[in-house]
């Protein structure tokens, strides 16, 4: 699966993972959009342990995919959203387009015994977007 096969939509997701080698200090990334390809790897490019993810963890990582293409599909109405804080004197509305560009976000899995923190980047499809 490739950004281009998957509904049309052009995305870049790229995810990362510390390392979990030991003393391995590196840091595994990959394109998301690219977990379902025969021949995908996911290598610290440190130590170069290479991991197998099992088909749960694999679903899960789909799953993931299938939101941003979601998110993807929806970037014309984002501007148009937004997510209200209450604060003190009343409510800050925040455009949803600005969450996605100015927070982190993380997915913790399990990979084999350990729970591991998976970075999320995704890059808007144009430059203007969420500008």
């Not at 790229?14 to 995908?40: A, S, W």
């Not at 998110?71 to 109405?77: L, P, T």
Request: hydrophobic content about 40%.
């Amino acid at each position: 699966m490739t950004a281009s096969t998957t509904n049309n939509i052009d995305a870049k997701a790229q995810i990362d993972f510390p390392c979990i080698g030991d003393g391995c200090e590196g840091v595994v990334h990959f394109n998301l959009l690219d977990i379902t390809r025969k021949d995908f790897q996911a290598v610290c490019a440190t130590c170069h342990n290479s991991y197998e993810f099992d088909n749960e963890l694999i679903d899960k990582l789909k799953r993931m995919c299938d939101l941003i293409i979601s998110i993807r599909k929806a970037e014309d109405i984002l501007g148009n959203c937004k997510v209200s804080v209450n604060v003190a004197g009343g409510e800050v509305k925040i455009p949803y387009a600005l969450l996605l560009t100015r927070l982190n976000t993380i997915i913790t899995l399990k990979l084999g015994e350990k729970d591991v923190d998976f970075h999320l980047w995704v890059e808007p499809s144009s430059p203007e977007t969420f500008r």
